[in-house]
């Protein structure tokens, strides 16, 4: 049996192959670790991070993040971004990421 994690990577890698990002579109990346959660936006033509962002691992906090990573986003003018979930389920703190990275004006 796989454990939580390989199965967790291997999902990513499906993701990764599809998604792509560029100093114009970049990468929103996300990772959860036991008690924090780093959101990035990453340019992969470059392999270099431009902005990113970290916070606690609750959902209010999460959003918080997501609103952060906006706004540095938006420093940079950076409007638009393709959403890479890193082979986490669409919900709870992934999902308040998406949700306040779009109320602080991010399009995805």
Do not use: C, W
């Not at 970049?26 to 990035?40: A, E, H, M, T, W």
């Not at 902005?51 to 997501?66: D, F, P, Y």
């Amino acid at each position: 049996m796989l454990k939580k994690q390989e199965k967790r990577y291997r999902r990513r890698k499906k993701v990764r192959a599809k998604i792509f990002g560029t100093a114009k579109l970049p990468r929103l990346s996300v990772f959860k670790s036991n008690q924090y959660i780093y959101v990035q936006l990453i340019d992969d033509d470059k392999g270099r991070t431009i902005v990113s962002a970290k916070g606690k691992l609750n959902i209010k906090q999460a959003k918080k993040t997501g609103e952060l990573i906006a706004k540095k986003a938006r420093e940079k003018k950076i409007e638009k971004v393709v959403f890479d979930r890193g082979g986490y389920g669409y919900h709870g703190r992934v999902k308040a990421i998406a949700e306040g990275a779009r109320e602080g004006g991010l399009k995805f």
